[in-house]
């Protein structure tokens, strides 16, 4: 019961940080025009409660047994002993660095596998972005984004405590990218991805296939996925053949479905004939733009 009570009382407090935090933010800086209480905004909070009150403890829970497994196979190999004597400020910055490698590859999967996407297409359901839609994830699809960020960290033999204040960085900035801002980073953008830059992932076409890096953009400039157009943000956000649904059914949709659709089928890439309809001219020819880049890769 007293569990119950402050999972209850952590939520509360956090969701009162992000209001306190991200709603003067996207008053005073917005990149579109959008009202608090936008489209589907249930459904946006019943994820936001599912994943305070249910899903962020089980995953913590599935990554602190991982570590310790780690911890039991590898804490006596010697280039983990090794790596035992550098200081934290060394691990950690590396641990984030890969940590992004690893989930750049695997968001990159999400994007190209069929069965991968169809729990990752939850997330981009979404028709408006905001510090709430960031919560918008299938508990499967941020079960393994988390494995992957986290990996590396745990490898490495980073101490809990300290992969913990990971985790909180960065589902900060997880929120932040997804928040509706819009903030001149200048040369700091290569560094560290702003919401702009992520927006464009966020793109209405069949499958985006830019901007996949999580807390740095770097990965997808070596990789050449990074794609930031320098014009406002008037397209259309979402997925072509997306509408709106519960959060219930965000959730069981993925399970169901064709056998057929097993792992290994790769995507359809007619993304250029895919591109949804956009009410302006400006947006369209954003959409386009968006559209080339996933038939270029
Ligand atoms: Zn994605």
């Given at each position: 019961m007293a569990d119950v009570l402050r999972i209850l009382e952590d939520t509360a407090i956090g969701i009162l940080l992000l209001l306190v935090v991200y709603v003067p933010l996207e008053r005073a800086f917005p990149a579109r025009k959008q009202r608090f209480f936008r489209r589907e905004f249930v459904t946006d909070i019943g994820f936001l409660l599912g994943s305070y009150l249910l899903f962020t403890g089980l995953v913590t829970l599935a990554l602190r047994h991982v570590a310790i497994i780690s911890h039991a196979q590898l804490g006596d190999a010697p280039w983990r002993q090794a790596l035992a004597t550098l200081p934290i400020w060394v691990l950690l910055?590396?641990?984030?660095?890969?940590?992004?490698?690893?989930?750049?590859?695997?968001?990159?999967?999400?994007?190209?596998?069929?069965?991968?996407?169809?729990?990752?297409?939850?997330?981009?359901?979404?028709?408006?972005?905001?510090?709430?839609?960031?919560?918008?994830?299938?508990?499967?699809?941020?079960?393994?984004?988390?494995?992957?960020?986290?990996?590396?960290?745990?490898?490495?033999?980073?101490?809990?405590?300290?992969?913990?204040?990971?985790?909180?960085?960065?589902?900060?900035?997880?929120?932040?990218?997804?928040?509706?801002?819009?903030?001149?980073?200048?040369?700091?953008?290569?560094?560290?991805?702003?919401?702009?830059?992520?927006?464009?992932?966020?793109?209405?076409?069949?499958?985006?296939?830019?901007?996949?890096?999580?807390?740095?953009?770097?990965?997808?400039?070596?990789?050449?996925?990074?794609?930031?157009?320098?014009?406002?943000?008037?397209?259309?956000?979402?997925?072509?053949d997306g509408q709106p649904e519960s959060y219930v059914k965000h959730l069981v949709r993925p399970l169901t479905g064709p056998a057929a659709r097993v792992w290994g089928m790769r995507l359809q890439r007619g993304a250029r004939n895919s591109v949804a309809a956009s009410s302006s001219g400006a947006g369209r020819s954003q959409v386009a733009e968006a559209a080339r880049t996933v038939a270029d890769h």
């Open positions: 910055p590396v641990s984030l660095m890969l940590g992004d490698l690893a989930i750049y590859w695997f968001h990159r999967a999400c994007h190209h596998y069929e069965f991968l996407w169809r729990f990752h297409r939850v997330h981009h359901t979404t028709v408006d972005l905001d510090w709430l839609a960031a919560h918008r994830e299938h508990p499967l699809d941020g079960l393994c984004t988390q494995f992957f960020l986290n990996l590396p960290a745990i490898v490495i033999g980073l101490p809990f405590h300290a992969i913990g204040g990971v985790i909180v960085f960065r589902g900060i900035w997880a929120i932040f990218i997804h928040s509706n801002v819009a903030l001149p980073l200048g040369p700091l953008r290569v560094l560290f991805g702003a919401p702009d830059l992520h927006h464009w992932h966020h793109a209405n076409v069949e499958k985006t296939a830019h901007n996949f890096a999580n807390l740095a953009p770097y990965w997808d400039v070596l990789f050449g996925t990074y794609h930031r157009p320098p014009s406002p943000e008037t397209y259309p956000l979402g997925v072509p």
